[in-house]
């Protein structure tokens, strides 16, 4: 069965305070991994896609990496807005498989 | 373009009435996926249609349904409401063609209270 994990559950930063969060996953062959931003009240939006390990994606203060069992999202010099729940998906490649989410993390950003 | 819209974005109801949802896609896009968010289980997928049938289904009991229509607008239906029923109905749509990674788009979702 697909899995993913996220880690830490919920993250406080300083503004300008660099960090990383993680998504681990177990697939039976990976489509694509895929990253997203869901503030309150709404619903998540698209950030990255990535597809195979060693691939990275970046945008703004965001950069995504992935290795075969993880991937990070590395958020550099944040800002109040970043403030949101990260979640991380996977789609198995196989079929028209559904995407299958971890819990998210939900990072609070300090100003 | 227009995004993903659901409606209604509030509701509530009362153990054992049922609930109809509607989600209407970017235009283009063929395939809208039903995920019903909570803040114990998060997202868990309720099932997905393309092309007015369903391809996949999630492990959820029959009283949880939807269908697609002609124009790819999506209605889910849930019956005989439970508490655990309360949640966050989120519709995506994606063109869902086969073979490629799907990027989902997300409506604002549908947020259901139980009483």
């Known amino acids: 069965e697909d899995q993913v994990t996220q880690s830490p559950e919920a993250l406080r930063l300083q503004e300008g305070e660099s960090s990383s969060l993680n998504c681990s996953y177990t697939?039976?062959?990976?489509?694509?991994l895929f990253w997203y931003r869901q503030d309150p009240g709404k619903g998540p939006e698209f950030l990255f896609t990535?597809?195979?390990a060693g691939e990275e994606k970046e945008k703004e203060r965001l950069k995504a990496t992935l290795t075969k069992k993880e991937s990070f999202l590395h958020i550099t010099a944040p800002k109040p807005e970043d403030s949101a729940t990260y979640l991380c998906a996977v789609q198995a490649n196989s079929g028209n498989t559904p995407l299958v989410f971890g819990k998210g993390t939900r990072l609070s950003v300090i100003a | 373009k227009a995004g993903v819209t659901q409606t209604p974005r509030y509701l509530i109801k009362t153990r054992g009435q049922q609930v109809t949802l509607s989600c209407s896609p970017i235009?283009?896009?063929?395939?809208v996926s039903w995920y019903q968010q909570t803040p114990g289980q998060g997202l868990q997928f309720l099932f997905e249609y393309f092309s007015e049938t369903q391809r996949n289904k999630g492990n959820f009991p029959g009283r949880f349904s939807g269908r697609q229509f002609s124009n790819s607008r999506s209605e889910m239906n849930v019956s005989t409401l439970e508490l655990g029923d309360s949640a966050l109905y989120l519709c995506?749509?994606?063109?869902?063609?086969?073979?490629?990674?799907?990027?989902?788009?997300f409506g604002a979702g549908s947020r259901l209270t139980v009483l």
């Open positions: 235009s283009g896009h063929r395939s």
């Open positions: 697939v039976s062959g990976l489509r694509g």
């Open positions: 990535l597809y195979s």
């Open positions: 995506a749509s994606s063109k869902g063609g086969a073979g490629g990674a799907n990027v989902l788009t």
